[in-house]
């Protein structure tokens, strides 16, 4: 999933340095992103069979706080790659960030009349503050075909050059998961992000196998 929101940590997902936008008039701003992480995992899932996935997307948004975007990764299971478009709306009451929208996670190729389709969507919102050198924030997620729905609540900060953040979330009807990412931005005359990533994933289902990871992402922002 794309890092869209402004207070949840999901670089284990998206590792998708801070891009310079370019002025396309009337307001517009355009960005992108394109990267690689050693697993794709998502809400402290496998999405990807353990493989390496490539990552990228384009983000166009407005001076009033409005933006749409799309981002897509490899993916394994029903379909071999997974494609979101997401949209929403993004500003500041005082100290306080927010950003409120709507995501669809769409799996091209799928045959979803013998299959089923695995695409669903979600709305979101997201506040966020800083207290000192912490950014701290909270997502909620609401799916809108089923009750399952997610929050998170993460911690990040930067020192000495190093991004350190913390996530922990709650999937409805599927379990806990946690992530912790280390992260620096390298080569200055051609700025690339590397990111550590530690995941892992407590299933409510007692017979399930709970899952973590290790994940090394480099990503390039433009």
């Known amino acids: 999933m794309k890092k869209y929101t402004l207070t949840t940590a999901t670089l284990l997902t998206a590792l998708s340095s801070t891009a310079m936008a370019a002025d396309v008039g009337g307001g517009f701003d355009l960005s992108g992103n394109l990267g690689m992480v050693s697993e794709y995992y998502w809400r402290g899932q496998d999405q990807n069979s353990g493989d390496p996935a490539v990552q990228g997307g384009f983000d166009l948004g407005h ?39 709507m995501i ?3 799996y091209p190729g799928v045959d979803s009349a013998a299959n089923g389709s695995p695409s669903f969507e979600e709305a979101y919102l997201s506040l966020g503050t ?20 997610a929050t998170e609540f993460s911690i ?21 998961y946690y992530s912790f990412t280390l992260s620096k931005e390298v080569l200055e005359a051609y700025p ?9 994933m407590d299933f409510d ?10 994940i090394f992402g480099i990503s390039k922002g433009f």
């Open 156 to 176: 990040g900060t930067t020192f000495a050059g190093i991004g350190a953040s913390y996530t922990m979330g709650d999937y409805d009807k599927t379990g806990d």
């Open 205 to 214: 289902d007692a017979s399930a196998t709970d899952d973590d990871a290790i």
């Open 130 to 149: 800083t207290l000192g050198m912490v950014d701290i924030g909270v997502t909620h997620y609401a799916a809108a075909s089923d009750d399952n729905d």
């Open 104 to 106: 669809t996670y769409q």
């Open 63 to 101: 001076e009033s706080g409005l933006y749409f975007g799309i981002w897509s990764s490899a993916a394994s299971g029903t379909a071999s790659s997974e494609v979101d478009y997401y949209g929403g709306y993004a500003g500041e009451m005082g100290a306080v960030a927010y950003d409120v929208g």
């Open 192 to 200: 690339i992000e590397l990111a550590l990533s530690y995941t892992e």
